[in-house]
């Protein structure tokens, strides 16, 4: 079981990014899937989240209306498209699952709950230079 999340790099502000979060071993379409980041000394937060359904999402204020969160169930992967980056964007990138079920849709559980968050990948390094 793993998850891995790629895409990141070094962009310029004003510039785009898309995020990918892979996993192997087993299925992404059971969870939600949250995309986390974490800046040099500060504490991690959360970014966005995507229902295990696909029916809801959710975006920190810092990041609506510039960050899309999206899946693809054929390659197993959640993305998150980031445009219009700043510098304050800057940080490490990762993705986690939360929660199970094969019957019913699992719904985000808030981006402040990382403890909900049970499978977490090893990150990506996203820089935006101003």
């Known amino acids: 079981v793993q998850l891995q999340a790629s895409g990141g790099g070094l962009v310029q502000a004003g510039g785009s990014l898309r995020l990918s979060c892979a996993a192997t071993?087993?299925?992404?379409?059971?969870?939600?899937v949250g995309w986390f980041r974490q800046a040099p000394g500060k504490q991690r937060e959360g970014v966005s989240c995507?229902?295990?359904?696909?029916?809801?999402?959710e975006y920190a204020d810092s990041v609506q209306g510039r960050f899309t969160i999206s899946r693809d169930r054929a390659k197993n992967t959640v993305y998150l498209q980031m445009n219009s980056l700043k510098p304050e964007d800057t940080a490490v990138y990762y993705c986690?699952?939360?929660?199970?079920?094969?019957?019913?849709?699992?719904?985000?559980?808030?981006?402040?709950?990382?403890?909900?968050?049970?499978?977490w990948g090893r990150g990506t390094q996203v820089t935006v230079s101003s």
């Open positions: 995507i229902s295990s359904g696909d029916s809801s999402t």
């Open positions: 986690a699952t939360h929660s199970f079920s094969l019957v019913t849709e699992v719904t985000c559980p808030g981006l402040s709950r990382e403890d909900d968050f049970n499978y």
């Open positions: 071993g087993f299925s992404l379409d059971y969870y939600a």
